[in-house]
């Protein structure tokens, strides 16, 4: 009878190991994290520096910009602070409150992010297929709007993951093999039946995915059809161009999500440290590279980073 020892513990702590099988190269592993976070930062906070500055910026585009920014900011903190104080202080005790909100940031940051890519293939598609009617259609109020909706969806959609956790209960050494709460590993943990979480994680990660790769695809099939449609080749070039900073953003996001969300439910042949690093890859990377990228890509916002920064490192400071 003493063996399983399935009495229901303390509900209100979790312990979360970091990398397991790499716990001794911890400080060596946060070196990495810990600069692609920091880079994130500056690039992110640069770009809603210059565009909250410049009255030229101040169009859809950069708005969507700014709102897929303020995203990756939100979403990697939730996600890098704690893994840091694991790695760093081995501080790895996290309260339920704190592990529940932990998750729903960060599953919240994810779903928002998808939206701002969706609205970003839709401010593409009505820049080259109906570019004379682009300031009417696509307003900064409208913008606005859809980043709300977007937001009101994330909370939605998200919500009951951490309040169908909080009814359950959880068995004696609640030790979560990772470096936040994902809500696979938090529900593996529980006494009881967790058959709803189980599918409910499953089905709106792939709801929300297969939904806004509809729309995205929907959008770019309308783009290269007009784009076909011009006799120019330069001109075929010119508008594609346009899309290339979006498609790469997009590269880097869907896959390494649906990597993620597999792996923890099929992927007993990964082992789980590879796992672990590559879904906290997911959160660091596209907030370190995003801003890189749409910085290349946008001359426009380029000229305005290289204004400011140019300000900052001058003695003077102007």
Not at 173 to 199: E, F, L, W
Not at 278 to 288: G, I, Q, S
Request: a positive charge.
């Amino acid at each position: 009878m003493g063996v399983f020892n399935l009495s229901p513990s303390d509900p209100s702590t979790f312990i979360l190991m970091g990398i397991p099988g790499l716990e001794a190269a911890h400080v060596w592993i946060s070196i990495p994290f810990s600069t692609f976070y920091i880079i994130g930062l500056l690039g992110n906070f640069m770009v809603l520096f210059v565009v909250s500055k410049e009255q030229t910026l101040h169009k859809p585009m950069y708005l969507l910009l700014c709102m897929l920014a303020l995203t990756e900011i939100g979403t990697s903190t939730s996600v890098v602070l704690k893994a840091l104080c694991i790695f760093w202080l081995n501080l790895k005790v996290i309260t339920l409150s704190g592990c529940l909100t932990q998750m729903f940031f960060f599953h919240a940051g994810t779903v928002m992010h998808s939206a701002i890519l969706v609205t970003m293939a839709f401010d593409r598609y009505v820049a080259i297929c109906n570019p004379l009617r682009y300031a009417t259609i696509l307003t900064n109020t409208r913008i606005a709007k859809l980043g709300l909706v977007g937001l009101i969806r994330a909370v939605l959609f998200v919500l009951p993951l951490p309040l169908l956790l909080s009814r359950q209960t959880f068995c004696a050494n609640c030790i979560i093999p990772h470096t936040y709460c994902d809500h696979m590993a938090v529900a593996k943990m529980s006494c009881g039946d967790i058959t709803v979480n189980r599918m409910y994680g499953l089905v709106i990660p792939f709801v929300v995915s297969v939904l806004d790769l509809t729309l995205i695809a929907l959008s770019y099939s309308l783009i290269i059809r007009a784009v076909l449609r011009i006799p120019s080749k330069k001109a075929h070039q010119k508008a594609l161009n346009t899309c290339t900073a979006h498609i790469c953003v997009m590269l880097m996001s869907y896959p390494s999500f649906f990597f993620s969300t597999l792996t923890h439910r099929f992927g007993q042949g990964i082992a789980p440290h590879v796992h672990i690093i590559l879904a906290n890859l997911y959160f660091l990377l596209p907030t370190m590279l995003n801003p890189i990228i749409y910085g290349v890509k946008n001359k426009e916002l380029l000229e305005k980073v290289g204004k400011y920064t140019c300000r900052m490192c001058s003695p003077g400071g102007h």
